[in-house]
């Protein structure tokens, strides 16, 4: 499978959990983008990563949210202390630059997160 | 004014009719564009990019208006299985290139039979 892989697919967590969610992007890609969406609205940009490199996050990216691509390979999102508000599709998306290959925007099938 | 403003819809069209969605965008200085389709709990997958001199592919046409930051998407002879919501996508830029896409909210489409 060449394409973009979340995991886990589906997450029931009590509120003030932890949750951590892992994106495996196209190996080919250096960008890789984390995406929300909840029921009705489009995806709304959360962060963004060139190789290992964090280089823009979202106001909507508060304290308790943390991302990291160590290696400018996979990524992780946290996200400490859940509330009933984080409940959301979490989305990962990978591509390369303009003018470097094929130029593109893949999604992974996110990760639907579920705070009770 | 949001980034990129969508109706939601839903609209609701027959089979074989064609259909017309628009959406416009704020920041004048986007330079790329595109439609995506969303199904139900399903991730978004590209569907089309939108250049100025308006582009076709089957039976999907985009058009691009710059002056007026206007997108549209037409469907001719819509089936059952474009049933779905399509986002208009305008990717936003650094000085360092492209660095993610703005979503509209999406327009939901039922085709009836």
């Known amino acids: 499978d060449t394409g973009v892989s979340q995991d886990p697919r589906h997450k029931i967590t009590k509120r003030g959990q932890n949750v951590t969610f892992r994106c495996d992007p196209i190996?080919?890609?250096?960008?890789l983008y984390w995406y929300r969406q909840t029921l009705g609205q489009g995806p709304e940009f959360l962060t963004y990563f060139q190789n290992e490199a964090q280089l823009e996050k979202s106001r909507l990216l508060s304290d308790r949210f943390s991302a990291e691509r160590p290696k400018g390979s996979f990524s992780t999102l946290e996200i400490q202390r859940t509330e009933q508000g984080d409940s959301a599709m979490y989305l990962c998306?990978?591509?390369?630059?303009?003018?470097?290959?094929?130029?593109?925007?893949?999604f992974g099938s996110g990760t639907r997160l579920t705070v009770v | 004014r949001k980034e990129v403003e969508q109706d939601p819809g839903p609209f609701n069209v027959p089979e074989g009719a064609t259909v017309a969605f628009n959406c416009t965008y704020s920041?004048?200085?986007?330079?790329?564009f595109f439609w995506y389709r969303q199904d139900c709990r399903k991730e978004p997958k590209l569907l089309m990019s939108?250049?100025?001199s308006g582009n076709e592919d089957g039976r999907f046409t985009a058009q691009l208006n710059r002056a007026s930051q206007y997108i549209s998407l037409l469907i001719r002879d819509s089936k059952l299985s474009d049933s779905a919501t399509y986002l208009c996508v305008v990717a936003r830029y650094s000085g360092g290139g492209a660095d993610g896409l703005t979503f509209g909210k999406g327009t939901h489409l039922i085709i009836q039979p």
């Open positions: 190996s080919e890609h250096n960008r």
């Open positions: 920041n004048s200085a986007s330079q790329s």
């Open positions: 998306a990978s591509s390369s630059p303009p003018g470097q290959g094929e130029y593109g925007y893949t």
């Open positions: 939108v250049y100025s």
